[in-house]
């Protein structure tokens, strides 16, 4: 007899005889259709997972990428070696196209970078048990704040390249970072401003001039009557002995365990100097937090299947049972070479001692409070409370205290280091298949979007396009195109001919030609082209023939763009030599008649631009 419930009760009703016959059959077939579904299904998955390209077709592999047109363009449809099964679960000993060495920005940048762009497996080994690098934070349990683990990341940045990258991972929350240090019982605005001047010496000054001028007494210039050669130097240059004794010379003792004059300049040059009332630590247009922190952004970064990570991983005790095509390494180069006989290079780390202050709202009136006074040990005191203005009954403080061992944090500049490092570099430019990519392997201080840029621009220049787009007119000879197109070996050269006489000049053999009439712009007509993808630098050699641009002038700007460590995305020829990052700017085809122009930037063009660029997707 079978029973069913009625509604809700939990009573059973018979049902009639023959009913209950026919059930039990049904229910029998039932259960055999449903065991053919299953074995079919699991053989489907089966297939698919061991080659998907059996089910979708030749690129399958290429459509679980970013889906842009020049990563899709450039992404391989086959694996790499005969075992490379790109989406099933990868061991640390299979082969990966990548191995990379580190699961903080510079590594997640460049395995996602690859991945989506390139359509390539990376192996990333972190030799700590969490990704994100000293980026990492997380909720702290007892009271409910979201702090970082290894002290405060502020993002900022002047890079619009760099401000878009990012805005790929996350929600960004406008914040502006504001600084007080404790001198002589008062918080004083840092940088040094007019309120920091006011304060600690009892003045009213009341403007910018009025700024300067106090500043132009108080400064003490190098004696040698040279540029600033220490940290002690530069600190006295700028802000005078007073300022000097109370802020820079005890906090910098505290930072670093030496002597302002035995540090490179670079140290206390950081530090801004403000002739008005700005109270910011940074000046950059852009400045903001994640809004869900900083590791949900490295989790987002890995989600590409291509990529497998290890962590609790370290690189030199798995080295030798790893298959990669090229190796990425963001950990010290120092450690890296630590076999070849030369001294270590020299770091600063930190402690962070913690401590809860229960049921107060806040214990200091910023985020962040210097504390240069050597009658305290430790150099600053964070309260995440203040970043974004989290709530909780209670509050987090993070006191920083600054060593020699531990962890890393910071290179120590000065001559003895930087002669070194030269050693190191020049070893590390001796390696095949490696590339050094960070902080640490390029023994500097970088900001988060410094390291950001670096990392983009080193993916640039290892997988970087260039593509040569010239306008010819009827006033010169097509050879001068050929010398350039032959001296900078371009990917790709196109001549669009605006010249009204008849027939076709000796184009040199791989050019794509094509004769342009009614009045047409090579520029406009290349960027609304539907059969091209942008390479990621594009010059733009305007009336060519008949210009001022030699083939050297062409060579020296393309040298100078790659050996820049700001990302340039839009420059008119010849190339004069970026220092800032001041200098990346929007493209604008009416601003020169000779240029380089990124692909980003043509893309914003694209974006902004009356006339609608629908490149091939």
Not at 3 to 23: E, F, M, R, T, W
Not at 537 to 555: I, K, T
């Amino acid at each position: 007899m079978v029973g069913i419930k009625a509604g809700n009760s939990a009573q059973y009703h018979a049902l009639p005889q023959s009913l209950d016959k026919n059930v039990k059959a049904a229910s029998q077939r039932n259960k055999k259709i449903l065991q053919y579904g299953i074995i079919a299904l699991v053989f489907v998955v089966v297939v698919y997972v061991t080659d998907p390209n059996k089910w979708l077709g030749d690129g399958a592999v290429d459509k679980q990428g970013s889906g842009s047109s020049f990563a899709s363009s450039r992404a391989p449809t086959k694996p790499t070696s005969p075992n490379d099964n790109r989406f099933a679960k990868r061991e640390m000993t299979d082969y990966h196209d990548l191995c990379i060495v580190g699961a903080g920005l510079s590594g997640a940048i460049i395995a996602e970078r690859y991945a989506n762009e390139r359509g390539q497996t990376s192996l990333i080994l972190e030799r700590r048990d969490h990704i994100g690098g000293n980026c990492y934070d997380y909720i702290d349990e007892e009271t409910g704040i979201r702090v970082s683990k290894y002290g405060a990341h502020l993002f900022h940045t002047y890079y619009e390249r760099v401000w878009e990258y990012v805005q790929k991972w996350s929600d960004w929350t406008p914040y502006e970072h504001e600084v007080v240090a404790l001198i002589n019982d008062k918080h004083v605005p840092v940088p040094v401003n007019i309120d920091t001047v006011n304060a600690l010496f009892d003045l009213n000054i009341k403007d910018s001039k009025e700024m300067d001028e106090w500043l132009a007494k108080e400064q003490v210039k190098p004696a040698h009557g040279g540029e600033p050669a220490n940290s002690e130097e530069m600190a006295m240059s700028r802000v005078g002995k007073r300022l000097y004794e109370l802020i820079f010379h005890p906090y910098t003792i505290k930072q670093w365990a030496k002597e302002p004059r035995e540090l490179g300049p670079e140290v206390t040059a950081r530090i801004p100097v403000r002739n008005n009332h700005d109270p910011r630590y940074f000046a950059d247009p852009h400045q903001a937090l994640p809004t869900n922190g900083y590791t949900a952004i490295f989790e987002k970064m890995f989600e590409n299947p291509m990529l497998t990570i290890k962590t609790n991983t370290d690189y030199f005790e798995v080295k030798d049972s790893l298959n990669c095509g090229k190796l990425y390494y963001t950990g010290p180069i120092d450690r890296y070479f630590a076999d070849q006989g030369l001294e270590k290079l020299e770091y600063r780390s930190l402690d962070f001692e913690r401590e809860v202050v229960k049921n107060v709202d806040f214990f200091q009136p910023k985020g962040v409070v210097n504390h240069p006074n050597a009658s305290r040990t430790y150099t600053r005191i964070v309260e995440y409370k203040h970043f974004l203005e989290q709530k909780s009954d209670h509050t987090i403080l993070f006191y920083e205290h600054s060593k020699d061992d531990g962890e890393p944090y910071y290179p120590v500049p000065n001559p003895t280091n930087q002669d070194l490092f030269t050693k190191y570099k020049q070893m590390a430019e001796e390696e095949v298949s490696v590339s050094f990519v960070g902080r640490l392997a390029n023994y500097k201080y970088f900001n988060m979007d410094q390291t950001i840029e670096n990392a983009l621009a080193l993916f640039d220049k290892d997988t970087g396009t260039l593509d040569v787009v010239v306008e010819h007119t009827c006033d010169g000879s097509i050879h001068k195109v050929t010398d350039v197109v032959n001296s900078i070996s371009p990917n790709n050269t196109y001549v669009y001919d605006t010249c009204d006489e008849e027939g076709q000049p000796d184009v040199p053999e791989g050019v794509i030609y094509e004769k342009l009439a009614g009045g047409k712009k090579a520029v406009e007509y290349h960027l609304q082209r539907k059969d091209v993808n942008w390479a990621s630098q594009n010059l733009f050699l305007m009336d060519a023939p008949s210009s001022n641009v030699s083939v050297a002038e062409a060579e020296t700007a393309l040298d100078e763009i790659s050996r820049q460590k700001e990302f340039v995305d839009f420059a008119t020829l010849p190339f004069l030599g970026c220092q800032t990052s001041q200098c990346s700017r929007d493209f604008n085809i009416e601003s020169g008649i000779e240029f380089y122009v990124t692909r980003e930037a043509i893309q914003r063009y694209a974006l902004t631009s009356k006339n609608v660029v629908d490149h091939k997707k």
